[in-house]
């Protein structure tokens, strides 16, 4: 029985399954060892669609804020424009202008 448990080799895992052990016992045909090594390749997959899908979702959202800045910068650009032509034109009024008529 001792001359089986040191033919048997335990390895230690990392990441998700982090301090489990796996025993690989030369008496089975790995069975285990290939159940294990299934389940963390299916992991590392999953986990790499994931990033995937979080690159792209920081792609899209770096577009959204390329134009809101974008649109920002023109909104800012109109009321200056809108400013200076006020400030060289004084007869116009911004009060008539943006009246609205009512409606009978």
Known sequence: MLEKQKK?????????LQGKEVTLNPS?????????LSRTSES???????IQQLEC???RLKCEIVATENEYKNLRQAADDASLFL???PSVSL???????PHV
């Open 8 to 16: 048997q080799k335990r390895i230690k895992t990392t990441g998700l």
């Open 28 to 36: 089975h045909n790995y069975r285990d060892f290939l159940s294990f």
């Open 44 to 50: 590392i997959y999953k986990t790499t669609v994931m």
């Open 57 to 59: 979702e920081i792609t």
């Open 87 to 89: 400030t060289k034109n």
């Open 95 to 101: 009060k008539k202008s943006c009246q609205v008529s």
